[in-house]
């Protein structure tokens, strides 16, 4: 079984600041790491995902997560953060393979919220 | 492309009152389908899932039931709704059977039990 700890539940940060949501995981295989991202009122949108290979991950909108299976973390940073960013966003984990067919645990998610 | 729907977008319903819940895929068969729910502050919580049509896999105990009477159909329901059922219910997909591939979520009904 897998489990996700978000350790932040709201972060409040100034436009063009830099920003880090932190992700710690555990689990006794290995995984598939992902962020989402959710507006109000809304679904959950993929942000981006680890699957194997190189331990930074980008997505288009300008955040990168790292892999770190000394520390099993994954946290998400942003350089500079925009207004649109706020959003709360959710870590997730699944075991690779075996029969959870697939099951994401989430953590508890990040309230990021930007202030102009 | 694939998209999916889910509705209604907002229910208000009294305690002891049924519930039904339904979402659709469209541009992929076979999917895997997850009902999630979200409650403030505690994340999402699976619910329910289901690898195929008439198989559900229920997650935790509770006064929900799930069905899939279609390829892309599934279906949240209730007899009697309690107040603890309120909260924002999220349906998912992803394709089957890559275990890494991502979900792709609804855009959730928040449902209100009064």
């Known amino acids: 079984a897998q489990s996700v700890t978000q350790l932040d539940s709201q972060v409040p940060v100034f436009e063009e600041a830099p920003v880090e949501l932190r992700c710690n995981y555990s689990?006794?295989?290995?995984?598939?790491l992902f962020w989402y991202v959710q507006y109000p009122n809304q679904g959950l949108q993929l942000l981006l995902k680890?699957?194997?290979?190189?331990?930074l991950v980008e997505s288009i909108n300008g955040f990168e997560a790292e892999f770190n299976k000394s520390q099993t973390s994954f946290h998400l940073r942003k350089p500079s953060v925009h207004i649109s960013d706020t959003a709360e966003y959710f870590c997730?984990?699944?075991?690779?393979?075996?029969?959870?067919?697939?099951?994401?645990?989430f953590g508890q998610g990040t309230i990021l919220t930007v202030h102009p | 492309s694939q998209t999916i729907h889910q509705w209604p977008a907002t229910l208000v319903q009294p305690v002891g009152s049924p519930l039904s819940l339904e979402c659709t895929v469209e541009?992929?068969?076979?999917?895997?389908l997850y009902w999630y729910r979200q409650a403030a502050g505690r994340g999402l919580q699976l619910l329910f899932y289901?690898?195929?049509?008439?198989?559900i896999s229920s997650e935790v105990p509770q006064n929900l039931s799930a069905s899939r009477p279609q390829d892309r159909q599934f279906i949240l329901s209730s007899k009697k709704l309690l107040l603890s059922d309120s909260g924002f219910y999220l349906c998912?997909?992803?394709?089957?059977?890559?275990?890494?591939?991502?979900?792709?979520f609804g855009n959730g009904t928040r449902l209100t039990v009064t």
């Open positions: 998912a997909w992803r394709d089957s059977p890559s275990y890494n591939s991502p979900l792709h």
């Open positions: 680890y699957l194997s290979g190189s331990t």
């Open positions: 689990s006794s295989v290995s995984v598939y």
């Open positions: 541009g992929t068969s076979n999917p895997n």
């Open positions: 997730a984990v699944t075991g690779a393979g075996g029969t959870s067919y697939g099951k994401l645990t």
């Open positions: 289901s690898v195929g049509i008439g198989q």
